[in-house]
């Protein structure tokens, strides 16, 4: 009966753990920012503290946090591009770059990289429902192609370096255009295609300075807000019709 009762402790001190951690827990994006690097790194405690012939391997995936998107498709008619069609999606995230120590179709099968969201092709995007499915595929291409081009969504298949089989790290880049918010990074411990650990950190990434009150602004008072704008147009316009009729 204590050897019963103690299996369950003993099968949880078999498996290993995984020790994350990160460059950087906060990015200030200012108006000079044009883009980091971010290093995702950590080492993997083996029960005893004994590496296995064959090392255990890593996937990393930063997430951006989650936004309603809505998906506008182009078409020439004529001389002139036009809208032509849109789909709307419930929830994509505003950011997601996957790092792994080897193609991630090569550690898990394709059941696990869908519940876990292992690669771009795995992304829970949340149709808004209503359109065919020939259509709601040509929208999710359409928009993993976009946000790719834009640097917003991003695979790394050999992005992993594992050192001894025990030290892991990888580089993220974030560009400057990155939505502000709370990230998560998740880090995955694979062996034999199945995750055998798991462990989460959260970023932050904000503006500061003159960036953030100018976003707060737009937040909390946005009448005013636009106000502002259209008369700080208008003062531009006036001044450059201005110098322009004195010069000449």
Do not use: C
């Not at 519940?115 to 040509?138: F, H, M, N, T, V």
């Not at 580089?171 to 462990?199: M, N």
């Not at 953030?212 to 005013?224: E, S």
């Amino acid at each position: 009966m204590l050897l019963l009762g103690l299996a369950p402790l003993i099968m949880a001190q078999a498996e290993p753990k995984l020790v994350p951690d990160i460059s950087s827990r906060s990015i200030e994006i200012r108006y000079s920012f044009s883009g980091a690097q971010l290093l995702l790194f950590g080492a993997i405690l083996y029960p005893g503290g004994r590496v296995p012939r064959r090392p255990a391997d890593v996937i990393v995936v930063l997430k951006g946090p989650v936004e309603p998107i809505l998906v506008r498709e182009k078409e020439k008619i004529g001389f002139i591009w036009m809208n032509a069609d849109k789909n709307s999606f419930r929830s994509a995230p505003s950011f997601y770059a996957v790092a792994s120590s080897a193609p991630v179709r090569q550690l898990v099968d394709e059941r696990t990289a869908a519940i876990y969201e292992l690669g771009l092709q795995d992304l829970q995007l949340s149709p808004g429902g209503g359109a065919l499915p020939d259509k709601e595929r040509r929208f999710e291409a359409g928009l993993l192609d976009l946000r790719e081009r834009e640097g917003l969504y991003a695979e790394h298949p050999h992005g992993v370096e594992i050192s001894e089989g025990v030290l892991y790290r990888a580089r993220i880049g974030i560009p400057s255009q990155v939505p502000v918010g709370t990230y998560t990074a998740e880090t995955f411990l694979v062996s034999d295609g199945k995750v055998i650990a798991a462990a989460t950190r959260e970023i932050e990434i904000d503006k500061s300075g003159f960036e953030r009150f100018v976003a707060l602004a737009a937040r909390r008072h946005g009448f005013l807000y636009g106000l502002a704008a259209v008369a700080l147009s208008l003062g531009l316009g006036w001044a450059a019709a201005l110098a322009f009729r004195r010069r000449f």
